[in-house]
């Protein structure tokens, strides 16, 4: 006579089997798949489940809390709903693999002028982590072919530093910006949303503590409170984002020499002041901006147009970048 409880023994061992299997495959994959990332030259790299944990939920409540002051201003795009659920954004979505590129060189420009934000001083950040995780979406096709696979890098919908907090690459600072321990936060982000269910990482606990250099030292109060950052405040938004015809006179007085971006509450973070530097060709400064000057107000539109091709500093349109040059004359702070 059979034995039913032998059977079903033998089958619950079978199926445990099989599941520590699968549960190793996917922690090797996992572990593969990151270390593919660092190898493409990425900086740091992790992975988030969807729909990931209830730390989520808060970031997406903040999100809602600093739409509804209306801090975002223009950027009207920031509004989309799509950011709030990630699972829109490719049918079937499981997991997250989180890169942060390390954007900051030893030829970066020490400013004493005309200022330009460290972050574009190089080729075009979109582009660049774009292709490296082009070549690890080839690469995922090889080793798991029914695996789909979504790039988003800055332009899609999605709740960037929540998702790379989600993935253990460091915390969301008092300046808003991502923290590294080691790296610091010089570093843009990209993202590939998967199909294929992956062993997650850690996230990391803020390690801001009682520091608010960021806070204290932004000219123009900005951050108004931990975490939250008044875009009309902002020094960056107004130079980058805002289409207005001329500067608030607030911003203006403070604007201390930046045309393009600031650097402030990231150059005063006492997590940057030992973040090792990237000196790939990709983080080269362009000339034309380590030798930005008054004279430059003088460029037609076709030599602005020339100098910003294949950068990220394209989205500032010429009458902006005279704008911003014009507004630096009035301030009394720098001599040009």
Known sequence: MVCLSKITFKRNSVHNK????????????????????????????GIAL?????????????????????????MKWMEADRRKNI???????????????TYISSQNKEEKTLKVGKFSQGDDYHKVIYKKLKNIGKWINLEIPDC????CVDTSPLLEKAWAEESGLGWIGKNSNLINKKHG????????????????????????GKCERCIVECPTKAIVQPFVIQSDLCIAYHTIESRKKTIPKKIEKNLNGWVAGCDICQDVC???KSAPVNNTFENTP????????????????KTWKENLKGTTLKRIKPWMWRRNIKANLKNQKINI
Request: aromatic fraction near 10%.
């Open 18 to 45: 099989v599941m520590i299997n699968k549960h190793r495959e996917k922690k090797e994959f996992s572990k593969r798949l990151k270390e593919k990332a660092i190898n493409e030259g990425f900086t740091i790299s």
């Open 148 to 151: 789909k696979w979504k790039i």
């Open 50 to 74: 969807i729909p990931g944990s209830s730390r989520l939920k808060l970031r997406t409540n903040a999100l809602e809390r600093w739409l509804s002051n209306n801090y975002h201003g223009e």
């Open 270 to 272: 006492p997590w940057n």
């Open 87 to 101: 699972s829109s954004l490719l049918e079937g979505a499981k997991s997250v693999l989180s890169v942060g590129f």
């Open 185 to 208: 936060s010089w570093f843009t982000l990209g993202f590939m949303i998967l199909t294929e269910e992956l062993v997650p990482d850690k996230p990391q606990q803020s390690l801001c």
């Open 286 to 301: 362009k000339e034309w901006i380590k030798n930005l000057n008054v004279d430059s107000l003088s460029w037609d539109d």
